[in-house]
């Protein structure tokens, strides 16, 4: 296994067996979701009331993005045991440039509290929001098995929530060749998106 998946984790390399319903795996995908936010409240909570310095949230949030990515993207492949070395590859890139924009936001933050001796209100939000990206990696590594798959087609399905324009575009073009799916978080909404992708063969 990636070396850098093993540290820090907690991730349980476990089996998935037999045909889970659907709506049942994107209830867990969700519940990733629920659990990242908490996780991260803790350690946001934490700095606020002055139990830990800013400098030390960053491995703690490091840890908290690979756990999100390794648990969603093992929904949507089925299992631990469905994640091969290309998709820890592709996972790896992913984590590494949310790292460099946690770096980023951190050292704001830091500065914020060396200058006004406190978090701006924005900032414990800032790094909350970050466990929805874990939403758009669930429907992106599903829509990536159901290629692996054989499938052919892609629809957008919008959530009854409000919507940016351009998620509204993509889900009015219907049914299209599954290359031509933008990706979920790739619209105006980012990841804030609650649409998700169905798949077909062409044939269907």
Known sequence: MNPFWIEGT??????????VPAATVKAAADAVVSQARADIGVIVTKVMIGEIPVASIEP???????????????????GYDKITPQILDRLEKQAREEFDFLHN???KIQSNVRSMGKMQMRDP????SYSNKFRSVYENERLQSQKAIGHTMAKRVMA????CKSCEEVADRGWIPIDEMPEIGSDD???NCHCVIITRTGEE
Request: with cysteine.
């Open 60 to 78: 703690l949030m490091q840890q908290a993005i690979k756990r999100g990515l390794l648990a969603n993207t093992a929904l949507a492949h089925g």
């Open 125 to 128: 939000n800032d790094l909350i």
């Open 160 to 163: 009854n929530v409000q919507h």
């Open 189 to 191: 909404c980012g990841n």
């Open 105 to 107: 936001r951190i050292q």
């Open 10 to 19: 907690g991730a349980a390399w476990a089996t998935a067996r037999g045909r």
